[in-house]
């Protein structure tokens, strides 16, 4: 059975500070790797996503992930953080068709 | 519309009734997916159609859940007898193309339903 781990469940940050989420999956085939956030009364919404190619993944509003296959990993990263970007994160992985497995989500503060 | 809705928003139930939740997903959107999430924990599994099949219901957690899209749309999350347990947030979740071999489509969610159950 696939699983997910986030490692960080509470971050607390200042604006510009650098960001990097955990997640770390197991299973040991060939994955998809999700990374979705929810900003405050908001739905889930797609941050970013790897299927295959150029392991480092750049999505919306300047983040990027990185998919280390050693590692089992796909963290997420962002240089420099804003206010507007408080919110929970979760990371997910899909091995087989339809069924995702998400990691119980890092709640992000970003201090102004 | 333009996104995944769902209804109710907020629902109370009493230990022992019956609830239904209802989803709609994106217009033309072949895959549905329910997941039920925990305070403080991420979404979990619970089934999904292509179409009006139902593919995958490993992750009901009993014979009390039930869930159909009987016309390839709308589909209806039912819980019967409803348990404290049951009281979680339940999403809803479709995409365009079909969730079959390695490659899944984007998921699009909707708001949820909170279920609470006294």
């Known amino acids: 059975a696939q699983s997910v781990s986030q490692h960080n469940h509470h971050v607390i940050l200042s604006e510009a500070a650098s960001l990097e989420l955990g997640c770390n999956y197991s299973?040991?085939?060939?994955?998809?790797l999700f990374w979705y956030v929810q900003y405050p009364g908001q739905h889930l919404q797609l941050l970013l996503k790897?299927?295959?190619?150029?392991?480092l993944v750049k999505g919306i509003k300047g983040f990027e992930a990185e998919f280390i296959k050693s590692k089992f990993s796909f963290n997420l990263r962002k240089p420099s953080v804003q206010w507007s970007d408080t919110a929970e994160y979760f990371c997910?992985?899909?091995?087989?068709?339809?069924?995702?497995?998400f990691g119980d989500g890092t709640t992000l503060t970003v201090k102004p | 519309g333009a996104g995944v809705s769902q209804s109710p928003r907020y629902k109370v139930a009493k230990r022992g009734q019956d609830v239904a939740l209802r989803c709609d997903p994106i217009?033309?959107?072949?895959?549905l997916f329910w997941y039920q999430q925990a305070l403080g924990q991420g979404p979990e599994f619970l089934t999904y159609?292509?179409?009006?099949?139902?593919?995958?219901k490993s992750g009901l957690p009993s014979d009390r859940f039930f869930a159909e899209r009987p016309e390839g749309s709308v589909s209806t999350l039912k819980i019967q007898r409803t348990q404290q347990e049951d009281s979680a947030v339940y999403l809803c979740?479709?995409?365009?193309?079909?969730?079959?071999?390695?490659?899944?489509?984007?998921?699009?969610f909707g708001p949820g339903t909170r279920l609470t159950v006294l």
């Open positions: 790897y299927f295959s190619g150029d392991p």
């Open positions: 997910a992985v899909n091995a087989y068709a339809g069924k995702s497995t």
């Open positions: 979740a479709s995409s365009p193309g079909l969730a079959g071999g390695l490659r899944t489509d984007t998921q699009y």
């Open positions: 299973y040991g085939g060939t994955v998809n």
């Open positions: 217009s033309g959107h072949v895959s």
């Open positions: 159609f292509q179409n009006e099949a139902q593919l995958d």
